[in-house]
């Protein structure tokens, strides 16, 4: 089957969304499936306000509808609600194309941490952008409960999974800094809530991998924490494996394919209790979750790292790409 995937969000973007779509391609051709991308390299683009390193096609349902019947593709997956995934969805509608989307990011929290913009209103917005999906794709069990509260429909799951191989507990320590040390690693923008973190007594050293728009504000802010900047592969992996705790402050994430990596890494986790870290961490044993970060923090050093291995080692991307490919299956065969 020819899967056509829609996406927003892109190289040279790193972040969760790209990464989940990443490795499904790559186990695609195992599941019997041809997948390809639309995304903005295809379009001109501006920088989003507030947020230059994300670009946002200019595009139309036109230019959109064109490229997907010269792909003809079996099947389109809008996997972001922007710019690009406003035109395949209405292009899709017009030619009658079953089409299926998820759900990645809190958008009504990003914007409204951002401007004064209710939540309802953005929620409203999203209810209509997914509600002639055959199948919304999400990552957990709280957000399939929060989305069926709010009135969305056609809701399946689609977890997560994370690379053992490079992701692993080390022997060596890359780090030069006072233990134990307190990693954070993931985008440095207002959303991440990470002055959670950064603003605790906590002993030892707090190190900050990624980069954003708030990067420069914080470092200015917290001059004792260091701020490494965006790093991957094998740099990441050994950067992982160098820390103690891996401390998550995000209040809105929808997952956290970072909580997999530190776990698959041997590092426990200090968390609020909020989706994203009640899903994956949930009573694993493997972390902390309390509305007191820093008590999070502190009590995950006693956590040991043999057993957030062995945890983190049950979430693959095979699995992971078996449900994405078998909702696809099962809304192609539903038309």
């Given amino acids: 089957m020819r899967v056509l995937v829609v996406t927003d969000a892109w190289r040279p973007q790193i972040n969760g969304v790209v990464r989940s779509l990443e490795h499904m391609a790559e186990q695609g051709p195992s599941f019997g499936m041809e997948v390809s991308f639309l995304t903005p390299d295809r379009f001109r683009s501006v920088p989003m306000p507030t947020y230059p390193e994300i670009r ?22 809008i996997a972001t609600e ?4 406003w035109s395949a969805r209405h292009a ?6 079953c089409f299926t989307t998820s759900y990645h ?3 009504p929290e ?13 929620y409203g917005v ?33 977890t ?12 060596e320590r890359i780090l030069d800094a006072p233990g134990p040390v307190f990693l954070y690693v993931g985008r440095v923008a207002v959303e991440k809530n990470l002055a959670a973190f950064l603003s605790l007594d906590l002993p030892g050293s707090k190190v900050v991998v990624g980069d954003g728009p708030a990067r420069q504000e914080l470092e200015r802010q917290y001059e004792r924490v260091r701020f490494l900047g965006a790093l991957a592969g094998e740099e990441l992996a050994r950067i992982y494996a160098s820390a103690d705790v891996f401390v998550f402050p995000s209040l809105t994430d929808t997952f956290g394919i970072v909580l997999l990596e530190a776990l698959a890494s041997g590092v426990p986790i200090a968390a609020f209790p909020v ?9 694993s044993g493997c972390g902390i979750l309390d509305e007191d970060l820093r008590k999070a923090a502190l009590a995950a050093l006693e956590i040991p790292k043999s057993r957030c291995r062995a945890y983190g080692e049950t979430f693959t991307w095979r699995e992971s790409a078996r449900q994405f490919f078998s909702h696809i299956e099962a809304a192609h065969a539903a038309t």
Wanted: aromatic share 6%; with cysteine.
């Fill in 56 to 77: 946002l096609s200019l595009t139309t349902p036109g230019q959109a509808g064109r490229i997907i019947a010269e792909t003809a593709p079996d099947h389109v997956h």
């Fill in 82 to 85: 922007g710019p690009l995934g």
């Fill in 92 to 97: 899709c509608r017009r030619q009658r194309r």
């Fill in 105 to 107: 990011t809190r958008f």
């Fill in 110 to 122: 990003y914007l409204a941490a951002r401007m004064p913009v209710p939540e309802a209103w953005s």
């Fill in 126 to 158: 999203l209810r209509r952008f997914h509600r002639d999906a055959k199948a919304v794709m999400v990552s957990t069990p709280s957000i399939e409960r929060e989305l069926t509260a709010r009135g969305f429909g056609n809701i399946v799951r689609w």
């Fill in 160 to 171: 997560r999974g994370v690379d053992t191989a490079l992701f692993r507990p080390r022997h």
């Fill in 275 to 283: 989706p994203g870290p009640l899903d994956v961490v949930g009573s």
